[in-house]
């Protein structure tokens, strides 16, 4: 993960080690830390990407008028097998 090899790259140049006491920290850590982090990263991008392609698939602007505009919910016409 490139977030974990930059903060124990800062974390080790502010506490005076260099690059060989951010490679150690790195090292230090165990697998189950690496996949909790990866798990985290992983879990805060889903809905991310759902909200952008709810938001491509709507219309731009749609999601955003859904969730902060008021009464717009009644006024939506997302029923797409109305028959005439």
Do not use: N, Q
């Not at 490139?2 to 790195?26: C, P, Q, T, Y």
């Not at 902060?68 to 009644?74: I, S, Y």
Request: glycine share 14%; charged share 25%.
């Amino acid at each position: 993960m490139g977030g974990a090899l930059v903060e124990s790259a800062i974390r080790g140049f502010l506490h005076g080690k260099g690059s060989a006491g951010a490679s150690d920290h790195l090292l230090s850590e165990g697998t189950h830390e690496f996949f909790a982090k990866c798990l985290v990263v992983f879990v805060a991008f889903i809905p991310s990407f759902a909200f952008k392609e709810l938001g491509r698939v709507f219309g731009k602007g749609k999601i955003w008028e859904l969730f902060f505009r008021k009464g717009l919910v009644a006024e939506a016409d997302f029923d797409r097998s109305k028959s005439d």
